[in-house]
């Protein structure tokens, strides 16, 4: 099992940064490929960004392409993503998830799911 805690969500004006943390437990997070998804009002969830399990490898949807990074520390048992030039459109709910040995980032896919974190971003 792998518990999952979402941290640095926050308000936060058109053009801002923000700093997001997802902190997992168990002994086996370096095997866990990672991602981020997030959850608009009245929208389906939706991949943001992914990490491969040593990092090596990143994908990042269309939309935060270029502004958006995911980062890990396996050290740390911790995945991060770092969010600049903040718009709007980018204000959801920020979901952390993983899937052990998975190649992908399918929302289908991942196995564990953080409880999220709000980010509004202010215009």
């Known amino acids: 099992q792998v518990q999952l805690v979402e941290s640095g969500g926050g308000l936060v004006q058109a053009g801002g940064s923000l700093r997001l943390s997802c902190a997992a437990s168990?002994?086996?997070?370096?095997?866990?490929?990672m991602a981020w998804f997030r959850q608009a009002p009245g929208k389906e969830r939706e991949f943001a960004a992914g990490?491969?399990?040593?990092?090596?490898?990143?994908n990042y949807a269309d939309s935060v392409k270029g502004r958006f990074t995911i980062s890990r520390d396996n050290a740390k048992n911790t995945v991060y993503l770092q969010m600049n030039s903040l718009e709007p459109k980018d204000t959801a709910v920020y979901y952390c998830?993983?899937?052990?040995?998975?190649?992908?980032?399918?929302?289908?896919?991942?196995?564990?799911w953080g409880k999220g974190t709000q980010v509004t971003v202010s215009s």
């Open positions: 168990g002994r086996t997070f370096s095997g866990y490929t």
């Open positions: 998830a993983g899937a052990l040995g998975y190649i992908g980032y399918s929302k289908r896919g991942m196995q564990y």
């Open positions: 990490i491969s399990w040593n990092g090596g490898s990143t």
